[in-house]
C-alpha cells in the first residue's frame, strides 16, 4: 500500500490557494503604493541634501504595464528630474496568482555631468497601521552552528527599533532575508504581510515602532553614498511583499508555494526536483569515484546525482590553492571524462566543486592582479577576520568564533576577490566556467564561496562611490549565472558559500543550496536546522551524508528534506545492497511531499530529551506526512500530534510506513484529539502517511 505522492506531480503541486480577501488586500496595496496614481511610492533615497519624497512630486512622471504571461504583469513607474537628468525607475511585478508584488529601483544618470550624492538608498520603505502589538518571525542565518535558521520571534512594541542585517556580505550568513509580519486581527481574523529581500550582498532592514503603534520597515543596502557617472545606471535589492490572513504559518507556506511557482530554477524548462547524492572528497582518486558509482549501479540504486568535492585540483591544499585549477593527474589521470562518462551512460548526473572567486597567492590567477581592476584586495581589514589553516585559534564555544566565521575575509595570506563588476574579468571567468563545464561533462556546477567580500568592497570604494563595488559585484554575479543557464539549459548551480551563506530571493532564482551549513555534525543538528529552514524555502539539503545501511533510518530520516545526501555502506554486500535500495524507495515515496505546506507539530527544541515532529501537506492529493524523532535521552515513548489542512468531515487512511496495515481516522480527530505517535526506539524516528478515503 503506498500512500506517496509522485515527483511529477510535485512538479506543478501548487496546494495553498490564495483567498479573494488576501488578493484584494494585495490589490488594494499595490494600487496605493505603486499605482499610476499613488500618492507616495514605497522606496526612498536622499539627493544632495533633499530626501526623495520631497523631490519627485515635482519631477516628470511616467506609468506604462505590459502583461508578461497569464499570471504576471509588469508595470514601471519613471521619474525624471528636469534639473540633473537623474532618472528613477521602479519595475514592479504584480501577480495574479498570489497575493504578491515585488519589484527593483533602477536609478540612473541621463544628465552630462556627474550627480549630486546619491545615498540611503531604500527601495522599501513603507508605513504600516498595525491593528495590534506586531509580531515579527524571522530566522538565524548560516551561522555554522545548531542554532542555524533557528526560528526567532520579536514583538514590536511602541519605541522599538529593530535592526537586521547578514554581516560579512554574504545574505543569509547571520540572518535570513525572509520575514513575516503578524500584525494582529482585522475584525476576527489575523493579518500579515511576507517580505523577502533579493540581494546576495549585504543588505540591511529595519523595523521602527513609533508611539502610536505605527510601523514603518526599511530595507535596502546596508550602505550607499555615491554619486552617478554620465550614463550610469544602478539597482537595489529585490523586494517582494506577500499578504496572508489567518495564522502566520499561512504566509509561510504562500511563500513556499510562490517560491515553487516563480522562483524556482528550471532546467530544460522543467521545474527543480532535488537529487539523491552520493558525495566524495575531490583528494580521493578517479578509480576510487569510478568504484562507487559501479557498485550504485551494479545494485540498481536510485542515485541520481554524484559529487566530488574540493581538492581535486593544482598542488597543495585545497583552501590554499584556489586559483589553480589545473586537475591533478596523480589522482585523475583521463580527467573526469571517465566519471562523467559512466554516471551519463547509467543514466545519472555529476557534479564538481569550484571557489572560483576566491584566489590564493602563488596560484596563476594570482597573477591576474596586473590587470588593472580584475582582482580586489582586501587593504587592511580586520585582523580578528583574517583565518588562517582553517583554524580560529578559539574553541567553537568561544561567542566570537560564530562572528569570525561569519566574516572570514581571508583562509590564506593575500587571499584576492575575483571583480565581477570588470566585465572583462566577469567574462574572463565566465568562458573558463564554460569551458569546464563542457570539458568535464557537468551537470551541476557548485560554486562555493569561503570568504566574506564587504571589506574587500569598502576598501575599493572611494569616498565619494560607496556600495558602487558590491552594486557591479552584484550585478556581474547575476550576469554570469544567467549567461551559464542560458548557454547550458541542462546546467543547475549548487549555490554554497561555506554552507548557506547565501540564500535570498535572487539567488534561489537560479541557484539551490545542496549543502546548507558546514556545521551538520550530528541528527539533532540536522532536525533543527530543517526545522526552522522548512518555513522560508521549500529546496534545500542537509549537506550532511547518511550512511544506507538497516538500524540507522534515526539519521537517514534526519537529514531527509526535498533532496537526500548519501553515503555508502562499507562493505559491498548484496543483502545490505537490498536494504539501501529498500531505504531509498522509502524515501521516494514521500520525497514530493516536502514540495507541500509545512506545519511543525512540536515547539523548536534543540535538546537531546526532546521529540520534534512536523507535517507536510497536500491538499490537492488529499495526502501527507508526519515526520517525529524521539531523541536519545527521551523517556517518552509516545505523543499527540494535532494536523493541519485537513477536512474535518472526511477519513484518512493512516499509515506508519515501517509497519504493516493502516487505520482510518477521522479528519476532526486527526485535527482536535491529535494522532497518537509510538516511537519504541531511542533514539527513533517515524514517518507516518495519510491519504483521504474517497
Not at 238 to 246: D, N, Q, S, T, V
Not at 622 to 650: H, I, T, W, Y
Not at 658 to 676: F, R, V, Y
Request: with cysteine; charged share 25%; hydrophobic share 35%.
Amino acid at each position: 500500500m503506498n500512500f506517496g505522492i509522485s515527483l511529477e506531480l510535485a512538479l506543478f503541486m501548487l496546494s495553498l490557494y490564495p483567498t479573494f480577501d488576501e488578493m484584494s488586500t494585495a490589490e488594494e496595496w499595490v494600487t496605493s503604493n505603486l499605482g499610476e496614481t499613488a500618492s507616495a511610492m514605497p522606496f526612498s533615497f536622499k539627493y544632495g541634501d533633499v530626501f526623495s519624497h520631497e523631490l519627485m512630486g515635482k519631477w516628470k512622471r511616467i506609468h506604462t504595464s505590459e502583461k508578461l504571461d497569464e499570471y504576471r504583469t509588469k508595470q514601471t513607474v519613471t521619474f525624471t528630474d528636469p534639473d540633473t537628468g537623474l532618472e528613477v525607475r521602479v519595475e514592479s511585478v504584480i501577480y495574479r496568482d498570489f497575493p504578491a508584488v515585488e519589484w527593483v529601483l533602477y536609478i540612473k544618470n541621463t544628465g552630462s555631468s556627474d550627480t549630486p550624492i546619491l545615498e540611503k538608498i531604500l527601495p522599501l520603505n513603507t508605513l504600516f497601521f498595525p491593528n495590534s502589538l506586531t509580531k515579527l518571525h524571522y530566522a538565524r542565518g548560516a551561522l555554522c552552528c545548531i542554532d542555524d535558521f533557528a526560528p526567532v520571534e520579536e514583538e514590536l512594541k511602541a519605541g522599538k527599533h529593530l535592526h537586521l542585517q547578514p554581516g560579512g556580505g554574504r545574505s543569509s550568513s547571520e540572518i535570513m532575508p525572509f520575514f513575516n509580519l503578524d500584525m494582529g486581527p482585522e475584525g476576527d481574523i489575523a493579518m500579515g504581510v511576507v517580505m523577502a529581500i533579493g540581494w546576495t550582498g549585504e543588505w540591511a532592514a529595519d523595523f521602527i515602532c513609533d508611539n502610536e503603534n505605527h510601523l514603518r520597515i526599511q530595507a535596502g543596502m546596508a550602505s550607499t553614498h555615491l554619486k552617478l557617472h554620465p550614463s550610469e545606471e544602478i539597482r537595489t535589492p529585490r523586494i517582494l511583499m506577500l499578504f496572508w490572513k489567518g495564522e502566520p504559518i499561512r504566509g509561510n507556506n504562500l511563500l513556499r508555494r510562490f517560491i515553487l511557482a516563480h522562483h524556482r530554477p528550471k532546467p530544460e524548462g522543467k521545474p527543480i526536483i532535488l537529487p539523491i547524492i552520493l558525495s566524495g572528497w575531490g583528494g580521493d582518486t578517479a578509480e576510487s569515484h569510478l568504484g562507487n558509482i559501479q557498485r550504485v549501479i551494479k545494485h540498481d540504486l536510485p542515485v541520481s546525482l554524484y559529487w566530488i568535492d574540493a581538492e581535486w585540483f593544482g598542488q597543495r591544499p585545497w583552501h590554499e590553492n584556489t586559483g589553480n585549477w589545473t586537475v591533478r593527474k596523480e589522482l585523475y589521470p583521463q580527467g573526469f571524462k571517465p566519471i562523467g562518462d559512466m554516471l551519463h551512460d547509467s543514466g545519472r548526473k555529476f557534479l564538481l566543486w569550484l571557489e572560483p572567486q576566491r584566489v590564493c597567492k602563488g596560484t596563476p590567477w594570482h597573477e591576474l592582479k596586473n590587470k588593472s581592476d580584475w582582482l580586489l584586495e582586501l587593504g587592511n581589514g580586520v585582523p580578528e577576520y583574517k583565518q588562517r589553516n582553517i583554524n580560529w585559534g578559539i574553541p567553537h564555544e568561544d561567542p566570537r568564533w560564530i562572528i569570525y566565521e561569519s566574516r572570514r575575509s581571508q583562509i590564506a595570506e593575500d587571499d584576492r576577490l575575483f571583480n565581477m563588476g570588470n566585465p572583462e574579468a566577469r567574462k574572463f571567468l565566465t568562458e573558463f566556467l564554460s569551458d569546464k563545464i563542457v570539458e568535464f561533462c557537468l551537470d551541476w556546477y557548485r560554486e562555493d564561496f569561503n570568504i566574506a567580500p564587504l571589506e574587500y568592497w569598502q576598501h575599493a570604494d572611494t569616498p565619494d562611490r560607496q556600495g558602487i563595488a558590491e552594486i557591479r559585484y552584484i550585478e556581474g554575479l547575476y550576469m554570469m549565472w544567467d549567461e551559464l543557464l542560458q548557454r547550458y539549459p541542462h546546467l543547475m548551480i549548487d549555490n554554497c558559500a561555506s554552507g548557506g551563506r547565501r540564500i535570498d530571493l535572487e539567488s534561489i532564482s537560479r541557484s539551490t543550496a545542496l549543502h546548507r551549513t558546514d556545521w551538520a555534525v550530528d541528527s539533532i543538528h540536522a532536525q533543527c536546522h530543517s526545522y526552522g529552514l522548512f518555513h522560508w524555502i521549500p529546496l534545500h539539503m542537509a549537506g550532511r551524508g547518511a550512511i544506507l545501511k538497516k538500524g540507522n533510518e534515526y539519521e537517514i530520516r534526519s537529514v531527509m528534506t526535498a533532496g537526500l545526501m548519501t553515503q555508502l555502506w562499507e562493505q559491498d554486500d548484496d543483502e545490505m545492497a537490498q536494504d539501501a535500495r529498500k531505504i531509498l524507495e522509502q524515501y521516494r515515496n514521500i520525497q514530493g511531499f516536502y514540495y507541500g505546506d509545512y506545519y511543525p507539530l512540536m515547539p523548536y527544541s534543540q535538546d537531546n530529551d526532546a521529540w520534534i515532529a512536523w507535517q507536510f501537506d497536500c491538499p490537492e492529493m488529499d495526502a501527507g506526512m508526519v515526520q517525529a524523532f524521539r531523541r536519545e535521552r527521551s523517556v517518552d515513548k509516545s505523543a499527540c500530534l494535532n494536523l493541519n489542512g485537513l477536512d474535518p468531515d472526511a477519513r484518512y487512511m493512516v499509515k506508519n510506513i515501517d509497519t504493516p496495515g493502516a487505520e482510518q481516522i477521522p479528519g476532526s480527530e486527526l485535527m482536535e484529539k491529535g494522532l497518537d505517535v509510538h516511537i519504541e526506539n531511542c533514539p527513533g524516528a517515524v514517518i507516518i502517511t495519510y491519504r483521504k478515503v474517497r
